[in-house]
Nanobody, 129 residues
Framework: QVQLVESGGGLVQAGGSLRLSCAAS????????LGWFRQPPGKEREFVGV???????????GYADSVKGRFTISRDNPKNTVYLQMNSLKPEDTAVYYC???????????????????WGQGTQVTVSS
């Protein structure tokens, strides 16, 4: 069983930065994908980005257009942790952010939350104007 724990959320002014962490426990050493999603207040959950790996090899992350160039996903393999570095934050980035994991297969739709098997508890990010 994979367990995910997010941390790093908080309150930040527009233009600022935050780094979220998603620590994974359990077996994620094979071919796995970890996605970041967010749910703004009063809105549906949306895809932010994804990173996937096969053993120690990590593939280039993918991002939603709304965060491309501002957000960066990276993986620390020894720590079994994935990071979401968020720069140039905007008020519209305000949301609860979730990480989610699934064994990677080519049939997986990595931008669709329903295709993920394990979810973290979420962490609040609030960007003030």
């Amino acid at each position: 069983q994979v367990q995910l724990v997010e941390s790093g959320g908080g309150l930040v002014q527009a233009g600022g930065s935050l780094r979220l962490s998603c620590a994974a426990s359990g077996r994620t050493d094979s071919t796995y994908a970890l996605g970041w999603f967010r749910q703004p207040p009063g809105k549906e959950r949306e895809f932010v980005g994804v990173i996937w790996w096969s053993g120690v090899y990590t593939y280039a992350p993918g991002y939603a257009d709304s965060v491309k160039g501002r957000f960066t996903i990276s993986r620390d393999n020894p720590k079994n942790t994935v990071y979401l570095q968020m720069n140039s934050l905007k008020p519209e980035d305000t949301a609860v952010y979730y990480c989610a994991a699934t064994p990677y297969r080519s049939t997986k739709r990595l931008n669709i939350g329903a295709d993920y098997d394990h979810w973290g508890q979420g962490t609040q990010v609030t960007v003030s104007s």
